[in-house]
């Protein structure tokens, strides 16, 4: 994950704004990590008057936002909702990934048939046994916040 810290920064910002009800879910040791490791330095705001998604958050800080909703906020039927949505998701980003990896030459495209399908199974395998980025990035902020 790159520039950790001020992802957290990012973090710890939103947080803020959640309802005090929301924010009492999320274990004080949670909060105390993120304070404790987000850049000192580095500054950003978060602006009222925009959506979440019209702000420039970066993909990691969303991932880490995600996990903390998935473990604390979210009741046990939208958890099983969201998680349905991810493997819908992760099921269409594999089709996505096949389709887009797939290069066709437009001269060879209806001569080439045997061989392709070798080729394109083979692919097909290795992309099934991929992780998405979202699972990648979720391992590694369980791994650092159960490091603390």
Known sequence: MIDYNK???????ILKH?????????????KEVIR????????????EKKKLKEQ??????????????????LNKEQKAFVEKLHQINDQNHIKKEIFT????????????????KKEQS?????LEHKENIF??????????????
């Open 36 to 47: 404790e490791n987000k850049d000192k330095e580095y500054q950003w705001k978060y602006d």
């Open 7 to 13: 992802r957290l920064v990012e973090v710890d910002e």
């Open 56 to 73: 420039k958050v970066s993909d990691d800080t969303i991932a880490i936002l995600s996990y903390i909703n998935m473990e604390y906020l």
């Open 18 to 30: 959640l309802s005090k009800n929301d924010y009492e879910k999320i274990p004080k040791e949670i």
């Open 101 to 116: 990896e797939t290069k066709y030459d437009k001269k060879e495209l209806f001569t080439k048939k045997n061989n392709d």
């Open 135 to 148: 699972k990648r990035l979720l391992t590694k902020i369980l791994n650092k916040i159960k490091n603390f």
């Open 122 to 126: 083979k692919q097909i395998l290795v």
